[in-house]
Each structure stands twice: as structure tokens, then as C-alpha cells.
């Protein structure tokens, strides 16, 4: 769990109070060196990027050509001001001299309450980038993420880019894709009902090929650091899997365990002498 204390600690890729968001930071967004920084609330979250005293711009992607008496290379247009060699544009323009209008203004593409950010590349194009609300996705935030066969018949919750689905009695799976197969107790008593994708298979704990052998595939089978619980009694394996099934404990977490255990490989050297 990403959780401790009851504070979530995300992986890199995720940020938000339960990691609900992508995280705008996680792929190099900022160039030349640019610092980037998450901008979050409730509802989504945005970035800024801190730029070095060379470069300007929402992502540090114009170089300053700084001059002493404040003239910029070129003239600002469209309302911007000439600050330190480069031009400020307002919200409605973007570029060097503020020659291009906001495509983000000008026709938003981004649906659903996105955020547009636009974007001028150094190769002189224009491009856009939708920061959808949670429930959304897509390139322009199009897609529902829930819809009403997303969880078959169970109920769905949107995260920020995936769904979680609380399934209905009688379905499993992350998609609650399938039957319980083992909610009708198909296994006899001595058994376990254990459901793999749409089918079941029934581990007896008398079947020594069955349960000791997940212990050894786990690389938990029990040698002479181990020994198994069962009904109170600390069993070596051969004896444990023959009877019923027991908990693999490593002989040091409990300090009777190795006198116990110890006792019984004496009284079973005692069997074979």
C-alpha cells in the first residue's frame, strides 16, 4: 500500500490526496533545465514550471535575449510588453513578438471542463494540452471513464485516469468480469475454493502435491530454519502436510519453536537409528 500513517506517499507518476491525478511533472516538461511544480486542488491539478534567468515562457521554452536598456529584438504586438529583451504577451496571444492567438482561447479543445494550456514550440508550431477533471480522459478529455457497462453491473468510481469497481454479490474481478465460481462451496470441507479467472480449483490441504508445493514455489518451504503451525502444534513438513494445512514460521520468531522443533527432528533421528 502507497499509504503510512494514513498519508499516502505516491509513486512518481501519480500525485493528489489518494494518487488520483497524474502527476502534470512526471515526463521532463520544462526545457532547458526549467524546474517543474505540481498546482493542484480538489478537482484537478495543473503545473508551472520556475525557469532559469536564461529562458522564459510556460515551459522555460523561450530564450531571454537580454539587453541593457530593456529593447526586445522584435516588436511586440497584439498588446504585449517588452520585459528585459522579451515580449509578455497577454492570455489571448502567444509567441516571440505575440503574434499567434491562443488556441486555447480561441477555440478551446478541451472538453468536459479540461484545462487548456497551449504551447509555443521551438520549431515555430503551436500546440495545446487538456488537463482533464477527474471522470475524464482522452486528448481533449472526451471520454467517460465510467460508463454503465465499465464495472458489469457493479459500481464504478473514476479516479483521475482508471476506474475502481465495487462489484455486486456473485461477481469478482477488477471489471467484475466474472461468476464467483466458488460462492456455491463446490470443495468439500477439507478443502479450499480458490478461483482462477472463471474457474475454481479446490486445494486440499491432505494433498501433499497441492499445498506444500506452494510453500516450495514461494520459496517458503519449510527446512531446518522453518517449521509449520498446525492446531497449535509446531510440525516438521512431511508430518504437516500429511495431516492438514499449517502456517510456514521461520523458527526465530517465536523462542519456543526451536526447542520444539529441535525436539522433534531428535525424536525423528531417534525413528530412523
Known amino acids: ?28 516538461i520544462c526545457e532547458h533545465d526549467g524546474v517543474c511544480s505540481v498546482i493542484s486542488n480538489t478537482t484537478n491539478v495543473s503545473f508551472t514550471c520556475t525557469c532559469s534567468h536564461l529562458y522564459s515562457g510556460q515551459y522555460c521554452e523561450i530564450p531571454l535575449n537580454i539587453s541593457t536598456n530593456d529593447s526586445c529584438p522584435i ?33 478551446n479543445p ?5 484545462t487548456c494550456f497551449s504551447r509555443y514550440n521551438s520549431n515555430g508550431t503551436l500546440s495545446t494540452q487538456c488537463f482533464c477533471l ?14 454503465p457497462t465499465s464495472c458489469n453491473g457493479g459500481l464504478c468510481t473514476a479516479t483521475q485516469n482508471n476506474i475502481v469497481c465495487v462489484c455486486s454479490t456473485g461477481k469478482i474481478g477488477d471489471r467484475c468480469q466474472y461468476a464467483d ?26 494433498d501433499k502435491s497441492s ?39 521461520p523458527v526465530q520468531r517465536l523462542k519456543d519453536i526451536s526447542t520444539l522443533f529441535h525436539d522433534e527432528i531428535l525424536a525423528d533421528d531417534k525413528k530412523i537409528m
Open 110 to 114: 478541451c472538453l468536459n471542463g479540461g
Open 211 to 249: 499445498y506444500c508445493s506452494i510453500y516450495q514455489l514461494r520459496n517458503e518451504y519449510c527446512d531446518n530454519r522453518y517449521t509449520i503451525l498446525v492446531d497449535n502444534n509446531f510440525l516438521s513438513v512431511p508430518q504437516a502436510c500429511q495431516r492438514s494445512c499449517g502456517q510456514c514460521l
Open 75 to 107: 516588436e511586440c504586438i497584439n498588446g504585449g510588453t517588452c520585459e528585459n529583451g522579451i515580449c509578455i504577451c497577454t492570455s489571448h496571444y502567444v509567441g516571440p513578438a505575440c503574434q499567434y492567438e491562443n488556441p486555447c482561447i480561441k477555440q
Open 1 to 28: 500500500s502507497p499509504c503510512n500513517n494514513e498519508v499516502c506517499v505516491c509513486p512518481a507518476q501519480y500525485t493528489g490526496t489518494f494518487c488520483e491525478f497524474d502527476n502534470p511533472c512526471y515526463n521532463p
Open 181 to 206: 465460481a466458488c460462492a456455491t462451496n463446490p470443495c468439500l470441507s477439507t478443502e479450499r475454493c480458490e478461483q482462477i479467472g472463471s474457474q475454481y480449483q479446490c486445494i486440499s490441504c491432505f
Open 134 to 147: 477527474q471522470g475524464f480522459t482522452g486528448n481533449h478529455c472526451e471520454a467517460t471513464l465510467c460508463s
